[in-house]
Structure formats: structure tokens, C-alpha cells
């Protein structure tokens, strides 16, 4: 878990990226019999050192925390948010733009995502996941791509990039994924899904 210098977290726009829609979003559970809230808020100023920790920590690399840095600078987050917990950052998750054949069809691509390892299989993974889908829907997205493990990620409605006629740069197979963020948005759209190119420069 990562400390904050500050938490006041407002939804003025974080980094002067074109806000979205970013309503706190708090969610209460019990573990252990204790009463325990978790907010999703915006990436801001303040969480920045705590979010680079927390992707160190989670990826044991520097390759996610220098891809994000580099997202961020360039103003490519789309979308980048906090799961906190008792003022410490304990999950994060970001969305960035993709072209398909070069072209721009509002579709987002969501990663990295992390949850600290002490905060893990409590479900703080998929609330950050279904807020970004959220906000990506809310905000007139046709679509959201990702990589990562299927087992995980069809929870969230995502399917088979290569069935929606999509391809992708790192030849992943079913490890590539898709959805549909508006109805039969993707039918009329196919080819070669690229992220923006902090994702090969990083090497991620
Ligand atoms: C992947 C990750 C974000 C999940 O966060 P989390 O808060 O533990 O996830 P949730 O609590 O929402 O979901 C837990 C469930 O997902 C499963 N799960 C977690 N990570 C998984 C993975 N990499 N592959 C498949 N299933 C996974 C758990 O087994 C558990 O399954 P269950 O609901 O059937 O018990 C977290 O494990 C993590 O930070 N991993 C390291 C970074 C990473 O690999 N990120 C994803 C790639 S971008």
C-alpha cells in the first residue's frame, strides 16, 4: 500500500487531459467483521509517486510505471484511476486511445491494471475494471480492447479480439480481447488494433 502526501481528491481535471465524467465512487464491505470503504477517484497530482510504487510492486518491473509516466506526460490517458483504502493507494487502472487500421473509432484500450498484493482476490481489481468500462461507455466510446488473461477479463464481458475481426501487434491470441461499449459498435469495424506508441517504446 502506498501513502499519500494529501488526499483531497477533487474532480477538477487532473492533468489537463479533456475530463470525463469521474464521479467518486465509493463502495462499502465487511471483512473480518470490520466495516471497510474503498473509494474509486481520478488519478491526481498528489497520487502520482503512489501509483508509479504500486505498478512497480505489482509488475516487479519498471516497464508499467515508465509506461504510464510516459502516457501521462503525453496526455494519452484517457481515462486513470485510484482504488484507495484508509488514504493509501492499493489499485489502479488506466484506458489510453487506439487506432484500428489507423483510423480513430473512439476506441480505448485498457491496462495496466494493478491491486497491491496485500489487497488482492478481494475484488478491487473488477471494481476498478467496471468504472473504467463505465466511464469509457458513459463518455461515448464505441469500444475497449485489452491483453491479458481471459480467465480474468470475461468477467467484464470482454470476448475474443480475432472474433470481432480484430488483430493485434503483440500476436496474442485469445489474450487479445474485446467489447462492444454500444450496441453493435464493433460489426462495421475490423483490422490491426495499434496503442499508442508509449506502448512500444516502453516495451509493454
Ligand atoms: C490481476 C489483478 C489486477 C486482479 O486484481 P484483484 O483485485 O485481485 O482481482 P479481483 O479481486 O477483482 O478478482 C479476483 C479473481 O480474479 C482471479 N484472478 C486474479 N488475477 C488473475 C489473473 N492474472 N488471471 C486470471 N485470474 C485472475 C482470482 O483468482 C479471483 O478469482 P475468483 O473470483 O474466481 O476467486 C491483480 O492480481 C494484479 O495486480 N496482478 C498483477 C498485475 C497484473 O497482472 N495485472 C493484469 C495485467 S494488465
Redesign the pocket.
Known sequence: MYGLPSLHASNENPHGQENMSCEAMVVYYIILGKLMSISILPECNPYIDAVDQLNRE??GSDVEPKLIKLLRERDELLISLVAIDDDKII?HVCASPVTINGNNHSIAGI?????CKS?????????L?EEVIAQLRNNDFAAAVLL??P??YHRFGFSSGAAFGLQNEYNADEAFMAMELQHNSLVKISGLVQYVSAFKEQGA
Open positions: 505489482a509488475f489499485g491496462g495496466p491494471l494493478s491491486v489487497h488482492r482476490c478481494q475484488g478491487i481489481g473488477g471494481m475494471m491479458g488473461d480467465n480474468y
